[in-house]
């Protein structure tokens, strides 16, 4: 899968597609992270690639022709086929905001383009003519979508496959399996008199997979009660979760 970011800090992007599962993705053939440099594709010597608003107001906003044009270069090579199904996303406040179904979605296509956004944000004209999809990581407002678009990558990625080691332990993540994940343990089996649960050294397989499904729903429950009304429940889940206080749900 090709990433192709659009933005005027491509440095920021150096360490992030070069470490640990990302970069040994990148270096396995996977995945590829392009970062382009908005500033490139700018008319005048001085790299102006912001300008004031119309109608006044303050802080700069980033100029259509350099996006536009550092856009159809990240976009060269790619074939038309595959260009069409190539989502171009706007990092922004104002989308849609990022998660399981939408990263699911973005997995499938054989690559991104996505625009880091600076300042007072982007003339309007990038969202009308270049831009597929707006998103959103999360209700605050970034300086620049340097990180959001990280934070894309990085999710968009572990559903690429063969990124992540075992496709099973992506669906048993928290959210992508519906619910939040059990507590996790590891050696030590006691550490600051803080003690591992006995069952999870007990060697009783079916035992373990009880007490992980109970303390997983626990967890939800307490934590994301939400997640329930949606969550892919057995009526064993059903059962144990009216034990432990759950109303039935619908907390939307
Ligand atoms: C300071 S923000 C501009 C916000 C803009 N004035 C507004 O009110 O919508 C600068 C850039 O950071 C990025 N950004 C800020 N918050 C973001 C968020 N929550 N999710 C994704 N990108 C964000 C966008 O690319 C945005 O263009």
Same mark, same amino acid.
């Given at each position: 899968m090709r990433f192709h970011v659009l933005t005027l &800090?491509?440095? $920021? &992007?150096g360490i992030f597609a070069h470490y640990s599962i990302i970069g040994r993705a990148v270096e396995r053939g996977l995945l590829s992270v392009e970062a382009t440099?908005?500033?490139? &594709?700018? $008319?005048?010597r001085h790299g102006t690639a912001d300008d004031y608003q119309f109608g006044g107001g303050p802080g700069m906003v980033m100029k259509p022709e350099p996006v536009f044009g550092a856009a159809a270069a990240a976009l060269s090579d790619t074939p038309a086929a595959e260009r069409a199904r190539t989502p171009v996303v706007l990092t922004s406040p104002q989308g849609r905001t990022l998660d399981q179904a939408l990263v699911d979605e973005f997995a499938t296509a054989p690559g991104m383009v996505i625009i880091c956004g600076h300042y007072a944000?982007?003339?309007?004209r990038i969202r009308q003519g270049l831009v597929t999809h707006e998103i959103s990581i999360g209700d605050y407002v970034l300086t620049g979508g340097e990180l959001a678009a990280m934070v894309i990558i990085d999710a968009v990625s572990r559903f690429v496959p063969g990124v992540v080691g075992s496709e099973e332990n992506v669906q048993e993540d928290s959210i992508t399996s519906g619910l939040l994940q059990h507590p996790l343990y590891t050696r030590p089996a006691e550490f600051r008199g803080m003690a591992t649960p006995d069952v999870l050294r007990s060697g009783n397989h079916a035992e373990i997979e009880r007490w992980r499904r109970h303390k997983s729903l626990e967890r939800t429950l307490r934590l994301r009660p939400d997640l329930l009304d949606t969550a892919p429940l057995t009526n064993s889940d059903r059962v144990y979760l009216a034990s432990i206080g759950w109303d039935g749900g619908q907390h939307a």
């Open positions: &800090f491509p440095d $920021a &992007f440099d908005i500033r490139e &594709f700018t $008319a005048d944000g982007v003339d309007e």
